[in-house]
């Protein structure tokens, strides 16, 4: 457990030498002979003061017994705030004394590591609580943040993750590269998103700076059900990439000024991973910008233009995907590296599908003609896995492993009924 670990002594070994002998000493001393290899937090290249300051800010969380016995009311590190339950909480100021004492030069150094342009806030792993009017932000309370929490907690990474600060989660499929049915045009669309990926990936290791910056965007469109999500989960398993998928919901907001900020956490915390975000639905954020007749319309269209900034400006990998290309605002058009179209299946598709999407286990009943049902019955590919779901789980109450027609032909019309279509 991280409460046990040897950074955490670290931290408490540096407060108790600098409650001790206040500004006479360099942390470096104390550091230069503690340096962990196998530190969680190395991923993210930070200096040992960092790693410090990172530690701090989680302290009041994992050990506030032991921040309590080492510290009084009357010998406490400058900044730190008491509240009722008489735990000690860090503030920026804390964060400057634990480092550098009174040593002016050191301090204005240790400064620049608690601006809000350092690694510790753009990736995520610490914030601060806003001070009240008028006091200095060095009297900020320091905060872990989430990239740090799961970080050091979670045992599978950030796999999971989800909350107001990072609305996004991942986005996996069971499938395989050649479980994907999509017609020849869109499948050599697909394969050059996947070389673009791989061509990062051989200048990442070649240790090469790529000429061409921007990252890599692409513009999924479609009817649904035809393979958009599927595709960009597949593309990050094929390439070794997490695929998240951002909760639109969580980041538009009727505030003014609040989508931006939402987005601006989106990308910065992608900044630090090799990700690929992907937003589904992405006219209801991309959208078009309209005439400009009130200051709703007039925030509305700058939302939009700030989110095609910062788009642009995103140097790692994004998918938009969208049912109707004409919804989107035509500026992101010359932005994208590719736009792939996803048209819905043809009968040799469909028949394909049915096959892909039949779980292990399970067979057809020898009257069903596959060919026959993929000219004859009109759907897409997320229909047949519904259908398909609803026949197996009638076989497995029936104790057999065997789809029959009438509940195929039952299961097809029911899904047609949610479109009011008639078979």
Same mark, same amino acid.
């Given at each position: 457990?991280?409460?046990?670990?040897?950074?955490?002594?670290?931290? %408490?070994?540096?407060?108790?030498?600098?409650?001790?002998?206040?500004?006479?000493? #360099?942390?470096?001393?104390?550091?230069? %002979?503690?340096?962990?290899?196998?530190?969680?937090?190395?991923?993210?290249?930070?200096?040992?003061?960092?790693?410090?300051?990172?530690?701090?800010?989680?302290?009041?969380?994992?050990?506030?017994?032991? &921040? +309590?016995?080492?510290?009084?009311? =009357?010998?406490?590190?400058?900044?730190?705030?008491?509240?009722?339950?008489?735990?000690?909480?860090?503030?920026?100021?804390?964060?400057?004394?634990?480092?550098?004492?009174?040593?002016?030069? =050191?301090?204005?150094?240790?400064?620049?590591?608690?601006?809000? /342009?350092?690694?510790?806030?753009?990736?995520?792993?610490?914030?601060?609580?806003?001070?009240?009017?008028?006091?200095?932000?060095?009297?900020?309370?320091?905060?872990?943040? /989430?990239?740090?929490?799961?970080?050091?907690?979670?045992?599978?990474?950030?796999?999971?993750?989800?909350?107001? /600060?990072?609305?996004?989660?991942?986005?996996? #499929?069971?499938?395989?590269? !050649?479980?994907?049915?999509?017609?020849? !045009?869109?499948?050599?669309?697909?394969?050059?998103?996947?070389?673009?990926?791989?061509?990062?990936?051989?200048?990442?290791?070649?240790?090469?700076?790529?000429?061409?910056?921007?990252?890599?965007? *692409?513009?999924?469109?479609?009817?649904?059900?035809?393979?958009?999500?599927?595709?960009?989960?597949?593309?990050?398993?094929?390439?070794?990439?997490?695929?998240?998928?951002? !909760?639109?919901?969580? %980041?538009? #907001?009727?505030?003014?000024?609040?989508?931006?900020? +939402?987005?601006?956490?989106?990308?910065?915390?992608?900044?630090?991973? /090799?990700?690929?975000?992907?937003?589904? =639905?992405?006219?209801?954020?991309? @959208?078009?910008? @309209?005439?400009?007749? +009130?200051?709703?319309?007039?925030?509305?269209?700058?939302?939009?233009?700030?989110? &095609?900034?910062?788009?642009?400006?995103?140097?790692?990998?994004?998918? &938009?995907?969208?049912?109707?290309?004409?919804?989107?605002?035509?500026?992101?058009?010359?932005?994208?590296?590719?736009?792939?179209?996803?048209?819905?299946?043809?009968?040799?598709?469909?028949?394909?599908?049915? +096959?892909?999407?039949?779980?292990? @286990?399970?067979?057809?009943?020898?009257?069903?003609?596959?060919?026959?049902?993929?000219?004859?019955?009109?759907?897409?590919?997320?229909?047949?896995?519904?259908?398909?779901?609803? *026949?197996?789980?009638?076989?497995?109450?029936?104790?057999?492993?065997?789809?029959?027609?009438?509940?195929?032909?039952?299961?097809?019309?029911?899904?047609?009924?949610?479109?009011?279509?008639?078979?």
């Amino acid at each position: 457990m991280i409460h046990n670990s040897k950074e955490f002594d670290l931290l %408490v070994s540096v407060i108790k030498e600098r409650l001790s002998t206040k500004s006479d000493f #360099s942390i470096k001393e104390i550091l230069k %002979v503690f340096f962990l290899k196998d530190n969680k937090l190395m991923k993210f290249e930070l200096s040992d003061e960092e790693i410090i300051i990172a530690l701090l800010s989680l302290a009041p969380l994992v050990i506030p017994q032991k &921040l +309590n016995s080492i510290q009084s009311k =009357e010998n406490v590190l400058p900044g730190f705030v008491i509240p009722q339950a008489a735990t000690f909480l860090p503030t920026i100021e804390t964060a400057i004394y634990l480092l550098a004492g009174e040593n002016i030069e =050191e301090r204005i150094k240790y400064l620049e590591l608690l601006s809000g /342009n350092s690694k510790l806030f753009t990736s995520h792993l610490i914030s601060v609580q806003e001070t009240a009017p008028g006091l200095p932000f060095t009297q900020a309370l320091l905060q872990p943040g /989430n990239t740090l929490i799961n970080t050091l907690f979670n045992k599978e990474g950030n796999k999971n993750e989800f909350s107001h /600060n990072f609305p996004a989660r991942i986005l996996e #499929s069971e499938y395989i590269w !050649d479980n994907l049915i999509v017609d020849y !045009d869109t499948r050599i669309q697909l394969n050059e998103v996947k070389e673009w990926l791989r061509y990062e990936d051989i200048l990442n290791k070649q240790g090469k700076e790529n000429p061409f910056t921007g990252g890599f965007k *692409c513009l999924f469109y479609g009817p649904p059900g035809t393979g958009k999500t599927m595709a960009a989960s597949l593309i990050g398993k094929h390439t070794g990439r997490k695929v998240y998928r951002i !909760d639109l919901s969580a %980041v538009v #907001s009727k505030y003014i000024g609040e989508t931006e900020k +939402n987005l601006a956490k989106i990308f910065d915390r992608a900044d630090q991973g /090799n990700w690929i975000l992907f937003f589904d =639905e992405a006219d209801a954020l991309f @959208g078009k910008r @309209g005439t400009t007749n +009130n200051a709703h319309d007039r925030y509305a269209n700058q939302e939009v233009s700030y989110l &095609l900034q910062r788009f642009e400006a995103y140097k790692g990998v994004s998918i &938009l995907a969208t049912n109707f290309k004409t919804n989107m605002d035509m500026a992101f058009n010359r932005r994208f590296h590719s736009i792939v179209k996803f048209r819905f299946p043809e009968d040799a598709e469909r028949e394909q599908l049915w +096959n892909v999407h039949l779980p292990k @286990g399970y067979v057809y009943e020898h009257e069903i003609d596959l060919k026959k049902v993929a000219s004859s019955v009109k759907i897409n590919g997320a229909g047949i896995y519904n259908v398909l779901r609803r *026949c197996c789980m009638k076989s497995t109450l029936r104790n057999s492993n065997e789809i029959s027609a009438d509940d195929m032909l039952e299961s097809i019309k029911l899904e047609f009924a949610k479109e009011n279509k008639i078979l």
